[in-house]
């Protein structure tokens, strides 16, 4: 009866374990892309303004569009892993 019982509360861990995860990681890719669009928004908006500064421009913007990449694959990373080890 206890085994039982223990067990069923071990089923419930690990779904919230796994719903947290599934959560964790829209958020990463929800705030990965707002991220990136505010990128790109800007760098088209300055463009705009100064087509002659173009080349300019991307290059500033590419190092934090990277950096922000980056982070979210480091992030999806984490989070699968957690999901990895909880199993």
Do not use: C, H, K
Not at 23 to 45: F, K, M
């Amino acid at each position: 009866m206890q085994e039982a019982a223990q067990a069923a509360t071990t089923t419930i861990n690990y779904s919230l374990a796994f719903m947290g995860v599934g959560i964790g990681l829209g958020l990463i890719v929800i705030g990965a892309g707002l991220g990136i669009g505010r990128l790109a928004a800007g760098a088209a908006e300055a463009i705009g303004r100064q087509p002659s500064a173009a080349s300019q421009i991307t290059g500033a913007v590419n190092l934090p569009l990277f950096l922000l990449e980056g982070v979210a694959i480091l992030g999806e990373v984490f989070a699968l892993l957690v999901l990895l080890l909880l199993t």
